[in-house]
């Protein structure tokens, strides 16, 4: 390993003909022949600002016509955003649960009918499949198969 003096970068030796070369900008800065490692690390500490909209939903016209929310366009609770507005999620929670009354309950019957579906599939017993080709081989070692399950048992 090799430090070079009054700089942040590193050369490590291994068993490969490549040396490796780090720059560790807090053991220092980068020499004077590659000083735009400065200018990149500088731009990585920065932090960006947070302009994600997490707590926020996007919403086409049309579905706030649906929704019934038009009304609020251009009010402080619609942010106009390229073809559409943001809107905070509370309020599209409070007014989706207004607009749509039985949505939990379809929800609710869709879970339900899903976990029948799955209990029914799990509840049917697979067939064996013979094949055309060597039918006899194929309805003996079914029949052995069979009698070492029961034998196991």
Known sequence: MLNIPGS???????????????????LGNAPKWCTFLDNITEELEEKPADTVYDDYKFLTLKEL???GLSHLIGSDLLRAYMHGYFMDIRL??????????FAFAEYRKQKLRAKIDLKR??????????????K??????????????????
Do not use: M, W
Request: charge should be negative.
């Open 92 to 101: 599209y929670n409070q007014a989706k649960s207004v607009a749509e009354p």
């Open 65 to 67: 016509d649906t929704l």
């Open 8 to 26: 942040g970068l590193i050369c490590l030796t291994n068993d490969s003909p490549k040396i490796f070369v780090y720059y560790i900008p807090t």
């Open 136 to 153: 006899e081989l194929a309805e003996k070692l079914l029949h052995d198969e069979g009698d070492f399950i029961v034998n196991k048992k």
């Open 121 to 134: 599939e799990k509840s049917r017993v697979p067939l064996p499949i013979v094949p055309t080709v060597n």
